[in-house]
C-alpha cells in the first residue's frame, strides 16, 4: 500500500506566460507557492481474486479489466505511461473540490505518478516528476494547460519559477524572511465562489489568441518580478495586494471567459468591504478567488460573503511526497496464472434457483447447468 500526499497551489502573478505556446518564443515566469491543502491517492496491487483487475474510486467508480477500459483519461494515460503489468487498485481524496483553479488536476497527475512508481519500487526525483506530469497532461491527453501547476505540486513550496524559450523549467526558492512572509499570509483570504469549470476550456479562449495578448502577457511576466521585489523589500506590503488588482485587470483582458458578471461582482463588493486586490486563481471563469485583505477588514469581507465558503489556509513547503508505505503479500505468481485463463463470471444467484435449491435433501446435486457464484462480499464493499 503506498500513499501520496500532493500540495494544492495558489498562483500570484505570471499565469498564461507558462503555457508552451507562449514561453517558447518569449519565455515565462510565474510567482506561486503551495498552501497546506492536498490530494490524496492510496494505490496497492490489487489481490487477483476479483473479477475486475483495475479498481478506480474517485467521485465515480470505475471496475475495469484493462488499462483501455479505464475512462478517467489521467488515471488511464498515467497507467500507461508507469507500465504496470498487474492489477491495480486506486483512490482518491482531495481537501479541495476539482475544477476549482487550485491546480487540482496536475495535484492529481504528480500524486499519481508518484505513486504508481513507488509501488514498482522506484523514487523519482521533483524535475523528472514534473516533466512527466507536463508530458502527460500536455502531450498524452492534448489539453490546453500550461506548466507551473505541475511544477508546484511536485516541488511544493514558495517559488520562483522560469520557463526559458528552449524549454528548460528553473524552479528558484524565495528565501522571504519568517516576518514578512507571515504578514503576507496574514492578509490573505481564500473564497470559493461555487462555480465550477474545466481549466482547459478556459484556457483555450486566449490560449489560441496569444499574438493578440503579447501586451498584457508582457505585462503579467513583468509583475513576477515586481512582486518578489516587494516581498525581498520592507515597504508597506499592501503594494502586493495593490499589484494583484492590477495583475487580476491584464488576466481579465485576455478572454471573455477569464471573469464573467458572478465574478465581477464578487470582486466588487469585495473591494467595497476593504480588500486591495484580488484575483481568480488559475485560468479563471470560477473555483477559488484569492483576496488581499488587510486584517482589520477581514471580519467585514467574512460577513459580506457569510454564502461563500473561506477556506483558512497557511503557506506549505513540501512537495508530492509517499506519507506512507507498507508492504504486502506478493501475488504475482497468482495473478500470471490467472492471466493465462478466462475465468467463469461472477453473476448473481438467481432466485428461482435459491427456491429450487431450498428443499433439497443434503449433498443433493444443483439442476443441470447449474453455476452458484458467492453473493455478498462484493455488495458489502
Not at 488499462?67 to 498487474?86: K, T, W, Y
Not at 524565495?174 to 465562489?193: C, Q, V
Not at 467595497?272 to 478567488?289: V, W
Amino acid at each position: 500500500m503506498i500513499i501520496t500526499r500532493t500540495p494544492f497551489r495558489v498562483s500570484f502573478f505570471g499565469g498564461g506566460t507558462d503555457y508552451p505556446g507562449w514561453f517558447r518564443v518569449h519565455g515565462g515566469a510565474v510567482l506561486a507557492t503551495t498552501i497546506d491543502k492536498y490530494c490524496y491517492l492510496s494505490c496497492r496491487y490489487l489481490p487477483p481474486f476479483f473479477e475486475h483487475r483495475i479498481r478506480v474510486v474517485y467521485s465515480k467508480i470505475e471496475n475495469c479489466h484493462s488499462i483501455e477500459e479505464v475512462s478517467h483519461p489521467a488515471v488511464r494515460e498515467v497507467l500507461r505511461h508507469v507500465g504496470l503489468d498487474r492489477g491495480v487498485e486506486i483512490h482518491h481524496d482531495g481537501d479541495l473540490p476539482a475544477r476549482s483553479g487550485m491546480g487540482s488536476s496536475s495535484a492529481f497527475t504528480v500524486g499519481l505518478l508518484q505513486a504508481l512508481y513507488a509501488l514498482k519500487g522506484q523514487m523519482i526525483d521533483k524535475h523528472r516528476l514534473a516533466l512527466e506530469g507536463i508530458f502527460i497532461e500536455q502531450d498524452r491527453l492534448k489539453e490546453a494547460v500550461g506548466s507551473q501547476d505541475q511544477v508546484s505540486a511536485a516541488y511544493g513550496g514558495f517559488n520562483h519559477i522560469v520557463f526559458e524559450p528552449n524549454g528548460e523549467i528553473s524552479v528558484r526558492p524565495m528565501t522571504i524572511a519568517a516576518d514578512r512572509l507571515r504578514l503576507l499570509n496574514d492578509h490573505l483570504m481564500l473564497f470559493y465562489t461555487g462555480i465550477t469549470r474545466t481549466a482547459s476550456t478556459v484556457a483555450e479562449t486566449f490560449v489560441q489568441e496569444m499574438d493578440r495578448n503579447t501586451d498584457h502577457l508582457r505585462v503579467l511576466h513583468r509583475q513576477v518580478e515586481t512582486g518578489i521585489d516587494i516581498l525581498n523589500g520592507d515597504g508597506d506590503i499592501r503594494a502586493f495586494g495593490e499589484l494583484l488588482h492590477d495583475a487580476w485587470q491584464s488576466k481579465r483582458s485576455l478572454s471573455a471567459d477569464v471573469s464573467n458578471s458572478q465574478v465581477e461582482s464578487l470582486y466588487e463588493e469585495a473591494c467595497l468591504h476593504g480588500a486591495i486586490g484580488g484575483k481568480l486563481i488559475g485560468a479563471g471563469g470560477g473555483g477559488f478567488m484569492l483576496l488581499f485583505v488587510p486584517p482589520p477588514a477581514r471580519r467585514s469581507v467574512r460577513e459580506t460573503f457569510y454564502r461563500l465558503i473561506h477556506v483558512p489556509f497557511q503557506f506549505s513547503t513540501g512537495g508530492s511526497q509517499v506519507i506512507f508505505f507498507e508492504p504486502d503479500r506478493d501475488y504475482t505468481a497468482e495473478e500470471q496464472i490467472r492471466q493465462r485463463h478466462t475465468l467463469t463470471p461472477f453473476r448473481e444467484l438467481a432466485a428461482q434457483t435459491e427456491h429450487a435449491l431450498e428443499g433439497a435433501a443434503p449433498g443433493t446435486l444443483p439442476p443441470a447447468g447449474f453455476s452458484p457464484t458467492v453473493r455478498g462480499s462484493d455488495e458489502a464493499e
